[in-house]
């Protein structure tokens, strides 16, 4: 029987390291799950290249626990501390109903997307309408120099989402901010300094969203993370393009997310066949696209350095496939596999055991996706005069 979902979003984890993503699907036996590069503690051997032993941590949380009369979260983060496997994660209870929120695009904080460059400088890329930062007259272009006083640039971009959101880096059991927490802000726009401090709430927003352009032009779809119904709504959107325009598939800052949702996705553009690989215990599976998809219509792919997981897996495999054009910058590289397990208390623990691969045999963790055609700052300009040298899809 299928295990449980689970999906992507910002969380912290253990010895003040960034934070956690996980991509997640109910694929062959069970719910398989990846997360992203964390060192190993105390000079403990990694775990990335073996499996995890999830059953002997249940036991040695459960004995901890008993003995120390701690929760079975608290005895199981402290068995991951120390069993050195750099993407594990422990969720209390609360924690993994959050997770559920997200799933249907749900999530708690204040309505912006950033994106890191100009030398690690963090600038707004997105605002969302009736948001605490678009209700704070916060624009995109504005510059992010500070969260709580503590300085963005330089720090991985994903910390900084984490500490908009509120999911701090202070190890487990130290739950998501709530709605109405307080964060303060430091920005620049021109000459201007200021800061300001913002309440977070609970937003819901779209995860496809869809610009087509009223004179002329390919129709551009944004996928910000994979959530329900990601895959139907991409294909809804590629039905009602005009295919002599081509088409943008933006997943610059997508964190990942359902796996399943991202192989619905890439069953849009292909005619079946192979999506990816990947491995459990060292028993290799693989999933493949269903249903006859657009592969005629002109595609470019836009990914940045904030794309991971599920959306490394969706572009990898439009690239081995030669259905798409990758345009932008080196990927983060996080296609490791990770699988959860429920303990006594309810709370969950995730432990590595193996890692997912492209149609070709690429590996992502740690690699990435390197596109096609490199493009930073200008990287929507240049996806667009790639896309016109495609030829249309009529």
Known sequence: MPGPCAYDRPRRIRRGAALTLFLAGVV??????????ERAADGAESLAHRPADTPALGRAAGERGAADGKSGAQAAAEAVSRSGDRWAAVYSPGEFADFQDALAGAYVGVGLSVRQRDGDEVTVSRVRPG??????????????????????????????????????????????AAAGSPVRLELRRGDRHWSVTLRRARLRTPNVTVDRPSGG?????????????????????????????????????????????????ASVFLDGGLVAT???????????????????????VLVDGGTMSAAELLSGALQDRGRAVVVGTP?????????????????????????????????????GITPDVLAGDHA????????SGLGTGA
């Open 380 to 387: 929507e300009r240049r996806a667009r005069t790639v896309l």
């Open 217 to 265: 032009g390919p129709t551009r779809i944004g996928i910000t993370s994979f959530a329900r119904g990601t895959g139907a709504a991409v294909r809804r959107a590629v039905a009602a393009a005009d295919p002599r325009r081509g088409l943008l598939l933006d997943l610059r800052g997508n964190t990942g997310g359902l796996v399943t949702e991202a192989v619905a996705t």
């Open 331 to 367: 990927t983060f590289g996080k296609g490791s596999v990770q699988m959860p397990r429920t303990l006594p208390d309810g709370s969950v623990a995730e432990l590595t055991v193996g890692h997912y691969r492209t149609p070709s045999g690429r590996a992502v963790d740690g690699a």
């Open 28 to 37: 062959a036996a069970g719910a398989v799950t990846g997360t992203w590069d």
């Open 131 to 176: 948001g605490p930062a678009d209700r704070a007259g916060i624009a995109a272009g504005d510059r992010l120099d500070a969260i709580d006083g503590r300085p963005v640039r330089g720090r991985p971009v994903t910390e900084t989402v984490a500490r908009l959101r509120g999911d701090g880096p202070d190890g487990p059991g130290a739950g998501p």
């Open 278 to 300: 990947y491995d459990v215990h060292g028993s290799q599976r693989a999933l493949y696209a269903r249903g006859a998809g657009d592969t005629r219509t002109p595609l470019v």
